[in-house]
Nanobody
């Protein structure tokens, strides 16, 4: 069983920054993909950034150049540094992990364990 707990969300003004954290526990040996997704009000969940165990990274076009995904294996923690935030970034942000089954790292099918989410509001 795998558990993911996000933190770091909050309210920020446009142009500001936030750093999300996700602590992962449990049996994760087979889970090679870790990523961040988000769901804005009235919209479908979308991938934001994903990192694979070998270090490969993919970003959604909408966040490329502004967001940075990273992980600290010693702390079993995944991070998402978000800079130059805009109101369009307002959403519930979810951490996820899973086994890669699709060519694209950003595909939701690669993920089978999800956190509860942390809210990010940009005004």
């Amino acid at each position: 069983h795998v558990q993911l707990v996000e933190s770091g969300g909050g309210s920020v003004q446009a142009g500001g920054s936030l750093r999300l954290s996700c602590v992962v526990s449990g049996y994760t040996r087979s889970r090679v993909c870790m990523g961040w997704f988000r769901r804005a009000p009235g919209k479908a969940r979308e991938a934001v950034a994903v990192i694979e165990r070998d270090g490969s990274i993919e970003y959604a076009a909408s966040v490329k150049g502004r967001f940075t995904i990273s992980k600290d294996n010693a702390k079993n923690t995944l991070y998402l540094q978000m800079n130059n935030l805009t109101p369009e970034d307002t959403a519930m942000y979810y951490c996820a992990t899973g086994i890669r089954v699709r060519a694209s790292l950003l595909h939701e099918a690669n993920f089978d364990y999800w956190g509860q989410g942390t809210q990010v509001t940009v005004s």
